[in-house]
């Protein structure tokens, strides 16, 4: 997953002596290499289990399971814990929480609390920041720096107000956690690939976010179908936005349905307009009925057909 990866800094707290001692001590008993079997002769694993934390997932991160072992829950960790409960993260989020970023743990507690300090200057709130927190683990990893930019790039890219921009990353936080490479792709595949003006990705992006960090072979894909096959104009695909999130072969199998059954009308002015909204979100049932008029079993026997 593009917003998966830590930051190179994750580990930067950790002074030289601390690296050279975790690279000097075998912390794992030789004839074995989980942190399971260290659960026993250590509190700190043995609290951080009680609290949820998968230990299997931690160890699987780079250098998470010797990180953890050096630490001292009370000494270290407590503070981090009673931070993230400052910060909204709920007790019985803080093991998952943990599982998915252990090396919050090694940062500083002051350097976190400037982040979160620098969120709240631009006016987050507190039920955002932890909604963002939760749902884009590493975000407290980064530089207020990082962040500030961040937050520049999508406001300048975009053109987007600065409550919009707000808006926009509480609705996606890992925009501010992921790569921007891929999303300067995209930008630049709905732009000069696939034709919209700058207004309407702007448009596009503000509705569906998640349209910044798509696979630009599926979007490529499913405009392409749209556009160039059901004859969709640009105006009407910035409209629904959300269609290029569904899955393509379902938009396709409902499309021939509605071709053969003649109702294939994409066109608001017309009386038997079908909007992409109802084409690509109802379930099967409510589509069947009400927009193809026909049984769910003339659906499936058709399905065979293609």
């Given amino acids: 997953d593009w917003d998966d990866i830590p930051p190179s800094s994750a580990l930067q707290e950790i002074s030289e002596e601390e690296a050279v001692q975790i690279i000097a001590d075998p912390l794992l008993p030789l004839q074995s290499s989980t942190l399971r079997d260290y659960v ?154 696939l034709g919209f003006r700058r207004d309407e990705v702007q448009q596009i992006v503000f509705k569906t976010p998640k349209i910044l960090t798509a696979s630009k072979k599926r979007l490529r894909q499913t405009f392409d179908y749209l556009h160039n096959v059901m004859g969709i104009p640009h105006h009407m695909l910035t409209r629904f936005p959300q269609v290029f999130n569904s899955k393509l072969l379902r938009i396709k199998e409902r499309h021939m349905f509605l071709k053969f059954l003649g109702r294939a009308q994409y066109d608001p002015a017309q009386p038997s307009y079908i909007s992409l909204d109802q084409l690509a979100a109802l379930p099967d049932e409510v589509f069947c009925a009400e927009i193809a008029k026909a049984s769910i079993q003339d659906f499936q026997k058709f399905l065979k057909t293609l």
């Fill in 40 to 193: 026993d002769h250590s509190e700190t694993l043995a609290k951080l289990v009680h609290l949820g934390v998968d230990l299997s997932q931690v160890e699987k991160r780079q250098k998470a399971g010797q990180l953890v072992l050096t630490l001292d829950f009370e000494k270290d960790i407590r503070k981090i814990l009673l931070f993230l409960k400052d910060v909204g993260v709920e007790d019985n989020q803080l093991g998952p929480f943990l599982t998915k970023n252990p090396y919050i743990l090694a940062e500083d507690l002051e350097a976190l609390e400037t982040r979160v300090a620098y969120l709240k200057s631009k006016k987050f709130g507190k039920a955002e920041i932890a909604q963002m927190v939760s749902r884009a683990p590493y975000l407290l990893l980064f530089s207020v720096e990082r962040l500030d930019n961040r937050l520049g790039f999508f406001k300048n890219e975009l053109g987007l107000s600065v409550k919009k921009t707000k808006d926009l990353v509480i609705r996606l936080p890992r925009l501010l956690t992921g790569k921007l490479e891929p999303v300067k792709e995209n930008l630049e595949v709905c732009q000069s690939e």
